[in-house]
T-cell receptor, first 108, second 114 residues
């Protein structure tokens, strides 16, 4: 079983809508969780980190963590065309493990 | 402040050729990493260096060697390139401070092995 699983996508949302990205992980001992954004042909850049159960908001982005369910999600509110990218979920136990990514396209 | 710098940006090799990918960071980070990224497979760890003087295998180390030259520099060597090593390679660095350890990535090297 892959350590970090993401909904495969691609995910197409209209401009202004909410994009919802999901990620599950297998290691119950994982302590920290990250969402990276990767534009086509570019390197990953960190957009959110979360370490405790619950929600963490940063601008239009909200990360949600549920350690009991081994689940982390990312919500993008008021989606903009500039949000079109691949979003990588990453989970840190003794090393950082990445999911395969979900590609989001925001339709104008 | 350049962050993480990788060279070269693009490279084409023939099967059996060797080459070294260079990575340098200017953030005084302890830990450095090499990943490869293939379509649909996310980022896979090749090797990492938790601190100067140490290196460890990651998920896909076969066919690669690394050198942590000093705190700033971490190189990845392909001794005899194979078409299966065609990929995008990313170097990353982090402070190495426990669970709150954010990795910062270089721009990547796009490698084709013919």
């Amino acid at each position: 079983q892959k350590e970090v699983e993401q909904n495969s996508g691609p995910l197409s949302v209209p401009e202004g809508a909410i994009a919802s990205l999901n990620c599950t992980y297998s290691d119950r001992g994982s302590q920290s969780f990250f969402w990276y954004r990767q534009y086509s042909g570019k390197s990953p850049e960190l957009i959110m980190s979360i370490y405790s159960n619950g929600d963490k908001e940063d601008g239009r982005f909200t990360a949600q963590l549920n350690k009991a369910s081994q689940y982390v999600s990312l919500l993008i509110r008021d989606s903009q065309p500039s949000d079109s990218a691949t979003y990588l979920c990453a989970v840190n136990d003794y090393k950082l493990s990445f999911g395969a990514g979900t590609t989001v396209t925001v339709r104008a | 402040n350049a962050g993480v710098t990788q060279t070269p940006k693009f490279q084409v090799l023939k099967t059996g050729q060797s080459m070294t990918l260079q990575c340098a960071q200017d953030m005084n980070h302890n830990s450095m990493y090499w990943y490869r990224q293939d379509p649909g497979m996310g980022l896979r760890l090749i090797y990492y260096s938790a601190s100067e003087g140490t290196t460890d295998k990651g998920e896909v180390p076969n066919g690669y060697n690394v050198s942590r030259l000093n705190k700033r520099e971490f190189s990845l060597r392909l001794e005899s390139a194979a078409p299966s090593q065609t990929s995008v390679y990313f170097c990353a660095s982090s402070s190495g401070q426990g669970a709150v350890d954010i990795q910062y990535f270089g721009a990547g090297t796009r490698l084709s092995v013919l």
